[in-house]
Nanobody, 124 residues
Framework: QVQLVESGGGSVQAGGSLRLSCAVS????????IGWFRQAPGKEREGVAS???????SYADSVKGRFTISRDNAKNTLYLEMNSLKPEETAMYYC??????????????????WGQGTQVTVSS
């Protein structure tokens, strides 16, 4: 029903930029939460950015001002533009979508659908 497929990950030097994409299928309309999470080795998965059901955008404090989340409704695609990347932001990045019975709460959203992840590696 709901499928999320990430792309755009790769290796970049510290201070560089990447843009991640997430192809979304299975939803009708755009009034649902969608966002990005990341998980570094040995660390908990953490929320990075999200778009709420009302279209509002939220960011983790650590990325605010450097990352931009956006959605192209016509293309059913979510994006995360990441600028001034830091080595500590090396992680698997996951696209996530709202599920009424999901187990992950972040900001005003409840997430339960996940993509396969795309690896981002930031070298110093």
């Amino acid at each position: 029903q709901v499928q999320l497929v990430e792309s755009g990950g790769g290796s970049v030097q510290a201070g560089g930029s990447l843009r991640l994409s997430c192809a979304v299928s299975g939803y009708t309309g755009s009034s649902y939460c969608i966002g990005w999470f990341r998980q570094a080795p040995g660390k908990e998965r953490e929320g990075v950015a999200s778009i709420g059901a009302d279209g509002s955008r939220s960011y983790a404090d650590s990325v605010k001002g450097r990352f931009t989340i956006s959605r192209d409704n016509a293309k059913n695609t979510l994006y995360l533009e990441m600028n001034s990347l830091k080595p500590e932001e090396t992680a698997m990045y996951y696209c996530a979508a709202e599920d009424l019975y999901g187990s992950t709460w972040w900001r005003d959203c409840r997430f339960g659908y996940w993509g396969q992840g795309t690896q981002v590696t930031v070298s110093s």
